[in-house]
């Protein structure tokens, strides 16, 4: 399976037989510089209605729906919704979010989506075994560094691919991702927005790989 960085939150997977998975479509401009999103897919998913989430409509083709603490299958893809809050004060001060598992080629992947708080021991144990880990680091609205930290040594993927921080191409006042990045091992910056895994041959201990956004 292949998983594409688009930018801020969102990302597309792709399966071995060619069913694409597209996170969190963004709307662009305004506060994000990257460019608009025109890819095709066979599924969306969308942790929260958020603008910067939300751009179901961007998508082409013309994919399923997945949204909400939900569980549901499609296209023999099984989607487990976990419900969560986009702050630490249950959602009252910026709603509902919902984090994502799913298997793909036999790879287990997990989007945050914008996680505002500590994951609760029920939530650890709904979220199982992490593969691949796609997780929030920016601050301010969603966790910041060492939360995410915290996270990560909860879940203990063999994988974590960070988003939602600030770039040259978002001007949201979060941090970058080089504070999350600050005295860990096993950090891999790559020159692309694509990288492939494959079940089995997944990093022994837990690999931080930075993608660069495709828009």
Known sequence: MKIKYLGHSSFVITSDSGVKIIIDPYESGGVFSYGDI???ADIVV???????HNNVAA??????LVRGAVTTEIKGIEFKGIPSYHDDAGGRQRGKNTIFCFEVNGIRVCHLGDLGHQLGAQQVAELGKVDILLIPVGGSVTIDAKVAGQVGDKLIPRVII??????DKCALPIAGVDEFLRGKEGVKKIA???????????????????LKSAL
């Open 38 to 40: 025109k890819e095709s």
């Open 46 to 52: 969308v942790s929260h209605d958020h603008f910067d």
């Open 59 to 64: 998508v082409r083709g013309n994919p399923k």
């Open 162 to 167: 960070p988003m939602h921080y600030k770039t």
């Open 192 to 210: 692309a927005s694509e990288v492939e895994f494959k079940q089995g041959e997944l990093p022994a201990h837990t690999q931080i790989t930075v």
